[in-house]
């Protein structure tokens, strides 16, 4: 097997688990790239420990998950011209809103067609996903989730790295190592 | 079979009917198990192999090395949900950002459309230009049997993607990585209540 065979079956083994696509298209599937910049390096260290809400794993893996400072819903397939206060009227209904994301779509301009919205209380949270899902607007039916749930146990357990399609090299003389212990803290 | 064998399996039959009067049934039983255990692992593995099929998985970087290090910015939505987000700097005692957050079936399902709508699959990065000391950005995507990994400097405008020998193409990247920043920003600036940026 020449080594271009190889790049393109390797892949992050644990995403896979051996069902690859027969090629990687793009210059990213080669090694030639001389600024290629290693994975390896950006998360050695601290630098590969991550923080998420639910370090305790106590959590069943599927459940709603609270955010910081309230319970954040997911809603999807809004009508393009949808604007906030459309969905502001519809979704007070429910509780009091804390936050909301109506993100634009940087080509046209219009509504992207999903929003972020934040309730203080799960029970609002529930109401909204129960009585939201389904809602006409604008000719569309709207489909509201959780937006975070609980992961394994597993999700945060010591260092992890980005994973890549490239093979790991070797960086030990790497001289351009920036990282310094100074500054860094594990959140 | 020799007779010794055939000898050994009578003795063994007449011994488990001496000791188990119900041998019969709990044969039937078993098998009845076994059976019904086979077809569940069989359904479990025909469940396991289309979900393979259907994985998906996205990671975007952009940085570069210069006076204050290695900044960058990378974020990635892999396997079980996991949205992984990463901002690095040492600018004026800047920390470290290493964020990490489970998102639910919905959120997948809204960043595979715009991977979708947006139609960067179709592209390929062979005529756009390399990463150079300005920095670098990299997508990568496997979306069912498709994957690309595309990689091409930073992007200050849309002058600077209509300069470029693929202006098409670039304008794609520009304007999906535009929006999957739009979209993670969000995630993550809400969930954890910090500026992601």
Redesign the interface.
């Known amino acids: 097997m020449t080594d271009k065979e190889e790049v393109e079956k390797i892949y992050t083994k644990d995403l896979r688990k051996g069902i690859l696509p027969s090629k990687i298209k793009g210059r990213g599937a080669n090694n030639s790239d001389s600024m290629d910049i290693d994975s390896s390096e950006r998360y050695s260290g601290k630098g590969g420990e991550f923080h998420s809400l639910n370090d305790d794993g106590g959590d069943k893996v599927g459940e709603p998950l609270k955010s910081i400072e309230g319970w954040i819903i997911f809603v999807r397939n809004i009508q393009e011209e949808v604007q906030e206060p459309d969905l502001m009227d519809i979704f007070a209904e429910y509780g009091q809103i804390k936050n909301i994301h109506l993100n634009i779509d940087r080509r046209t301009g219009f509504t992207k067609g999903y929003a972020l919205i934040e309730y203080e209380k799960r029970s609002e949270a529930e109401d909204a996903i129960k009585n939201g899902s389904g809602y006409e607007l604008a000719g569309l039916k709207l489909s509201v989730d959780w937006a975070f749930i609980t992961g394994n146990a597993s999700l945060s357990s010591g260092v992890v790295s980005f994973k890549s399609n490239r093979k790991d090299k070797n960086n030990s003389n790497n001289s351009n190592n920036y990282r310094s212990n100074k500054g860094e803290r594990r959140f | 079979m020799s007779d010794v064998d055939t000898k050994i399996e009578l003795a063994t039959d007449s011994a488990m009917d001496i000791t188990s009067p119900e041998n019969d049934n709990n044969k039937t039983t078993a098998t009845a198990t076994s059976s019904s255990e086979t077809q569940t692992t069989e359904d479990i593995l025909k469940t396991e ?1 289309q979900k ?2 259907d ?1 998906f ?1 996205l ?1 975007y ?1 952009v ?1 570069h ?1 210069g006076k204050y ?2 900044e ?1 910015l ?1 974020f ?1 939505f ?5 949205l ?1 987000y ?1 901002n ?1 700097s ?1 600018y004026k ?15 997948i ?2 960043i595979k ?2 991977i979708l709508d947006s139609g960067i699959m179709l592209e ?3 005529n756009w230009p ?3 000391v300005v920095g ?1 950005q ?1 997508l ?1 995507i ?1 979306f069912k ?7 091409t400097t930073k992007i200050g405008s849309l002058m600077d993607v209509e300069k470029s020998d693929d202006p098409e193409g670039l304008k794609v990247m520009f ?1 999906l990585i ?2 999957l920043k ?2 993670v920003f ?2 993550i600036g ?4 910090i500026k992601p940026i």
Do not use: M, W
């Open positions: 192999t393979q099929k994985d998985y990671r970087y940085g090395k290090g290695h960058f990378e990635e892999r396997s079980g949900n996991k992984r990463a690095n040492h005692s800047e920390n470290l950002i290493r964020k990490e957050v489970c998102v639910s079936d919905g959120v399902s809204e459309k715009v390929d990065d062979k390399e990463p150079d670098k990299e990568e496997v049997d498709e994957h690309i990994s595309f990689s304007y535009q929006d739009c979209l969000s995630l809400l969930h954890f209540k």
